[in-house]
């Protein structure tokens, strides 16, 4: 919503409206090309500003070796659900609830490059009809938490902020990882 005031008096304007999606339109096979993603202009911009990457090993080899363990791994779990691994110690993720298989596949849990596939989020973003992308860490958003040390913090918010930049940000305008500030 656009607001602009006119002589002391609030006027707000809002976006055209986005036209309908159902979750049949949104489940068919997509072309991805750049006429196809460029076409939403006339539409309006839809960004999701909820979009994930899980950590895996490739984020956990960037943390000095004595620190290793203590960030939370996602990892394959038993009937298509996923486990956290911290200090070599295996958790349910999301065993009390259960999910769909949409669920399933918009938590990327059916894609084993946990959400730094590229190409499968291109596609998934033109079927969903999504422009762009503001990209968070699924569990390690606590990283700064109370639980950890100053120095694990830091050092894991940098590699975090240079892994996601490295992943994302050279790949595609579309992509805006949120920085990880420790606390």
């Known amino acids: 919503m656009r607001r602009a005031r006119h002589r002391g008096t609030l006027i707000s304007a809002s976006p055209p409206a986005l036209p309908p999606r159902t979750l049949a339109s ?29 950590e895996n090993e490739d984020l956990r080899a960037r943390l000095p070796e004595h620190l290793r363990e203590r960030m939370p791994l996602i990892v394959p779990g038993k009937g298509g659900e996923t486990d956290v691994e911290t200090n070599g110690e295996l958790r349910p993720r999301s065993s009390w ?51 950890q040390t100053r120095e694990y913090s830091k050092t894991f ?25 420790p606390t």
């Open 26 to 54: 949104s489940l068919a096979p997509v072309e991805v090309s750049e006429e196809s993603i460029m076409s939403s202009a006339s539409r309006g911009l839809l960004i999701s500003a909820d979009a994930h990457v899980a």
């Open 97 to 147: 609830k259960k999910l769909s298989a949409r669920d399933r596949e918009l938590e990327f849990r059916t894609d084993p490059s946990l959400g730094t596939d590229l190409d499968r989020r291109m596609r998934d973003m033109a079927r969903e009809g999504v422009d762009a992308q503001v990209i968070f860490p699924t569990i390690a958003l606590n990283c700064g938490g109370s639980h």
């Open 157 to 181: 918010a940098r590699a975090y902020n240079e892994y996601v930049r490295e992943a994302f940000t050279s790949a595609s305008k579309r992509f805006k990882p949120a920085a990880m500030i």
